[in-house]
């Protein structure tokens, strides 16, 4: 009999104990999961992970896990977000009792589209006049000619500088460009063809020994040396598109030049005092 008492007691304090250890027991469980890529399915480092109900918020590692250990047992919503990325919101995450909660969260890329970037060059100081002239066509002013060494207001002369350009011989201002002879040479002034504009010249050349234009009267012109536009269809080695200078409409002016080379009268002015053209 007594050892049936004593059995009794020894099972009624095993079930004290284990009802105990229940009541003491927290009804917590662990969610964890992974963040990855919805198009390339990659782990996504550095990914904030917040449990809304606690606010509680952890970091993805370096393979996209993310843990939370001691949930209340109850539904629970996780908030994700990343610099690159767009926000996801995951509803109705179930925590049991019985087993961990692991979950798979995808994250859309966020494309940001800013606005365009525009860069533009600064506009060329000897960007051709003529907008049809693309490459192998620079201007000049009648300062360049009177700057260049030995030039003496002769745009021929001021040429053989440029790239592309030599002169012919000493004796003249023919130049030679890209190899073609000087007889290809086109001038023009003002969109009309214009006879070789030098004095001494042969026949049929484009040069001589001393230029006729007056640096009085030019304004910036053209020189191409190639790929000519479609207007410039009787040259083979380069054109001079040259442009008058307009003249002063309020006042009258004069000027005279003198040199070894010759003399340049020049007078400008309106034709009358009440002509403003």
């Not at 001494?200 to 050349?205: C, Q």
Request: hydrophobic share 40%; glycine share 10%.
């Amino acid at each position: 009999m007594l050892r049936f008492k004593l059995t009794g007691i020894a099972v009624l304090l095993l079930l004290c104990a284990i009802v105990n250890g229940q009541s003491k027991q927290s009804y917590t469980q662990t969610i964890r999961g992974t963040v990855l890529d919805n198009v390339l399915q990659v782990p996504i480092t550095g990914a904030t992970v917040t449990l809304v109900s606690t606010g509680t918020s952890v970091v993805t590692d370096m393979n996209g896990h993310f843990k939370f250990t001691e949930v209340n047992l109850s539904s629970h919503r996780l908030h994700v977000s990343h610099t690159a990325y767009k926000e996801v919101v995951a509803d109705n995450i179930v925590v049991n009792a019985g087993k961990e909660t692991v979950i798979s969260l995808l994250m859309e890329m966020n494309v940001v589209a800013e606005d365009e970037i525009v860069l533009k060059s600064n506009t060329k100081k000897n960007k051709p006049l003529n907008e049809m002239s693309v490459v192998s066509a620079r201007a000049f002013s009648v300062e360049e000619t009177q700057k260049y060494a030995a030039a003496v207001n002769d745009p021929l002369r001021m040429a053989m500088g440029f790239p592309g350009v030599m002169a012919a011989d000493d004796g003249s201002n023919n130049i030679v460009i890209r190899g073609n002879s000087p007889a290809g040479l086109l001038w023009r002034m003002e969109g009309i063809d214009i006879p070789n504009p030098n004095h001494f010249g042969n026949a049929g050349s484009s040069g001589g020994g001393i230029s006729i234009l007056s640096s009085q009267l030019l304004s910036n012109s053209d020189f191409i040396t190639g790929a000519f536009a479609a207007e410039y269809g009787n040259a083979l080695s380069g054109v001079f598109d040259l442009k008058l200078r307009k003249g002063n409409n309020e006042r009258k002016e004069y000027s005279f030049q003198a040199g070894v080379l010759g003399l340049n009268a020049a007078a400008e002015g309106p034709i009358s005092p009440f002509y403003k053209g």
